[in-house]
């Protein structure tokens, strides 16, 4: 089925729509006129807007519009044991994030949808000498909706400064898996935590406004609290890895378990913990190699979706 084209909406293309209103101190501190494209510019500001909806026993996109550089090629359905669950892969054409960049992606998941979204590689922040760059994220879950939204790894370059916002909006009954990762930059070229500032903000929340989950991460290297290698951080490790899991399909005390059970006897540092409001549980992991970061993340990933679904994680199509 051909989505449908999204209805004209002008407010896309207005400032309000992709630039965040509230910036950390961090990030607001660094705004500035670039003397290369500025932010708004055409090739700066990229949009995504998909909806999903349950056609004829499986999840379809049936609204979307893009803009780039930010854009999507058609729905997968690639999964035997979720014959219905339609994955989307996001990409960008500009190859990665560059001072100015204002990206926006919004994902409309209805009732008893089963979507997977990730990236086609690693989300790299290239270097910036003037401004900043920003991505917000706003992932809307309906009722009966299974989703899970795993992007490949932030990677900061030397310099770069970034601010990423992501709401998430979920009703009850929904379930998200949602994750994240960060390196300390280029590490094969010897970058650890040269970037400038790097900040995230994760917000999860009922349709009522009812608030379920923040997570704050602020990092500025060399700065007045110069503490991203301390142990709340990333405790003198390269990478860093979140796994959020929302859901009232199985009791929190019982999926933190499933997290507990899945990282045992991995070589990796890690924590689990229960939400509040027991809506589900999350997990941070941290090690040095990105190939046990990887692993550890997809074990976890496995084991999540075998307990909530009774189907195993596939394994990753990825160019």
Known sequence: MRPAPSPPRPERLAPGHYTADRLPPQVAELASVPDTLGPGSPAKVGILDLAFAVRGGRTELVERYQKTPLQIMRPLWIDPAMPGMAYVYLMAT????????????????????????????????FRMEHDYASQLVHLTVQDGAYVEYLPD???????????????????????????ETLTAGRLARGER???????????????????????????TPGGADGGVLGPGVFAGHDHVASLFVLTDRVPAGELADTLHTALAGLEVLYGVSVLPRDCGAWLRLLDDSPVRVAAAHTAAWDAVRRRLTGHPAPAPRKA
Not at 153 to 168: G, H, K, M, N, S
Request: overall charge positive; proline content about 6%.
């Open 94 to 125: 500009g190859g990665g994030i560059a001072q100015a960049d204002r990206y926006r992606m919004d994902f409309r998941c209805g009732p008893g949808t089963q979507v997977h979204l990730t990236t086609q590689a690693a989300t790299k922040i």
């Open 153 to 179: 790894p932030l990677i900061p370059f030397r310099d770069a400064r970034f601010y990423q916002r992501t709401e998430v909006t979920a009703a009850p009954g929904a379930t998200v898996l949602l994750g």
């Open 193 to 219: 935590h040269a970037y400038r500032t790097l900040a995230t903000d994760l917000r999860i929340a009922r349709p009522d406004g009812t608030l379920l989950a923040l997570d704050t991460l602020r990092l």
